[in-house]
Nanobody, 124 residues
């Protein structure tokens, strides 16, 4: 089992920045690929970004490329999502997730462990 706790959400104006953090409970954190997903009201939970176990490989949804950056610190058992140039359409609950896949994955179904989510609201 991996327990994940997100933090860093909040209310920000369009064009602003936020940094989300996700702390994992296990010392084997480095054995998991990590991902960020988001869910807006009435919509599906969509992929945002993923990072490999070592942090050497990443992938992003087209809608956030060039604005968001995923990173991880395996010594601190933490994954981050730096969000710049925020837009109102980025408003959602953001979830981090852990996957045992060898590299990384954009598929929600490959992530068995999820955090409780943190709200991000971007005002226009």
């Amino acid at each position: 089992q991996v327990q994940l706790v997100e933090s860093g959400g909040g209310l920000v104006q369009a064009g602003g920045s936020l940094r989300l953090s996700c702390a994992a409970s296990r010392r084997t954190f480095s054995q998991y690929a990590m991902g960020w997903f988001r869910q807006a009201p009435g919509k599906d939970r969509d992929f945002v970004a993923t990072i490999s176990r070592s942090g050497g490989s990443t992938d992003y949804a087209d809608s956030v490329k060039g604005r968001f950056t995923i990173s991880r610190d395996n010594a601190k058992n933490t994954v981050y999502l730096q969000m710049n140039g925020l837009k109102p359409e980025d408003t959602a609950v953001y979830y981090c997730a852990a996957s045992p896949v060898p590299l990384f994955t954009t598929s929600r179904t490959h992530y068995p462990y999820w955090g409780q989510g943190t709200q991000v609201t971007v005002s226009s």
